[in-house]
């Protein structure tokens, strides 16, 4: 099902749209399957932090299972309909929040940030930016203290002019101030549910206060060209979106 008019106004004001029920049942089970065996027979919790910050079962991200939720669910095409010509994608990032009382240690929160700038991990002069953020929910996701992801209203506007005007490459800082205070608005779904986040949206995401592990795919989708004007994009954000942009007119 193509996005409709109201969908693309709500990305352009927005930053995020949520599909819901659009991934086929057949797939999130093979993708559950996978991520659930390997989450009680392979997870490490001395790896942790490590596991937060960069992805969980690595070994898995470019298995067929979780590929196929982007690629055979019709995700991609939706993807397309925002940004046009999709460099290939070749791996899933799983992501889960662990629930706190299974923990030996604490599992990092992440404060409000945009993925690939300033990463505490990272090089701050590095940049790891792209385009679309798609989250596949692969696990219900009914209570906001259940480790939801967080993400900031039409942030994404906001983010660009921090870019354009007060932020350099090599600032520790991943959001202003006013941005870093939020609290965000919890994404809450079920398994099948897709997001399509614009990069720019800030989002933050907390601790699991809940029985139930929080499992999500995500894939970071780019323009074919973004690699090459990473900083541009950064503040101008459409320039990765010509066909939303020309739609929208």
Not at 117 to 133: G, K, M, Q, V
Not at 152 to 174: C, D, N, P, Y
Request: some cysteine; proline content about 7%.
């Amino acid at each position: 099902m193509p996005l409709t008019t109201d969908d693309l106004s709500t990305f352009t004001t927005r930053g995020m749209i949520v599909k819901r029920n659009f991934v086929p049942a057949s797939l999130i089970d093979d993708a559950t399957a996978l991520v659930t065996n390997w989450y009680h027979t392979g997870l490490d919790q001395r790896r942790i932090t490590e596991f937060t910050q960069r992805t969980f079962a690595p070994h898995l991200g470019d298995h067929r299972d979780l590929l196929a939720l982007f690629y055979r669910s019709g995700v991609a095409e939706l993807a397309g309909e925002l940004i046009g010509d999709v460099a290939p994608l070749t791996t899933t990032q799983i992501q889960i929040r662990v629930p706190e009382d299974q923990l030996d240690q604490a599992q990092p929160e992440k404060a409000m940030h945009v993925d690939g700038i300033a990463c505490p991990h990272l090089d701050p002069a590095e940049l790891r930016t792209f385009s679309l953020l798609v989250g596949v929910v692969l696990s219900d996701i009914i209570d906001p203290a259940g480790g939801a992801l967080r993400y900031v209203i039409g942030g994404h506007l906001q983010m660009a002019e921090w870019f354009r005007t007060k932020w350099s490459l090599g600032i520790t800082a991943q959001a202003p101030p006013h941005i870093d205070a939020e609290r965000g608005t919890p994404l809450l779904g079920k398994p099948g549910d897709v997001l399509l986040m614009h990069h720019l949206v800030p989002h933050a995401v907390g601790r699991n206060l809940t029985a139930i592990p929080r499992v999500m795919a995500y894939f970071r989708v780019s323009h074919v060209d973004h690699a090459s004007r990473r900083l541009d994009a950064l503040r101008d954000p459409w320039l990765d979106f010509p066909p939303l942009t020309a739609r929208m007119r």
